[in-house]
């Protein structure tokens, strides 16, 4: 079973309230926008893990052996180590939240499978 989400807290204040999604944690924060029919390559870390807020409708992603069309608003976690990616079925680009825990570096990207032939080397060698 995929964890649907992380310590998100709801605050509410006088003037209305907001979602905290990280507090004193080692993070970095990204909005990623997918183009239509594009998809991120199949890939995991040994660094960091990964939490996505879906901000537009359209967004199929897989992590594990699971596959889930998120609901805007939907949140998913992607552990350090599991096969994930992204993929926008609708007609027009969706943009996730994501926030990544841990070390960041583009270097700990380990591909499996990618439309733009940039699997990483270790993986094709084991095809």
Known sequence: MIPRRIELRHIK??????DEYTLNERSTVKILTINPGAKTSLQSH?????FWVALDKGV??????EKILLRKGSTILAKKG?????QCEGKLAARILEISFGVFSESDIVRYEDDYGRVTASVSRKR
């Open 46 to 50: 040994r660094h960091r893990r990964e």
């Open 13 to 18: 204040k006088p003037w209305g309230a907001f």
């Open 60 to 65: 199929r992603v897989q992590v594990g052996k």
């Open 82 to 86: 599991t096969k994930h990616r992204l």
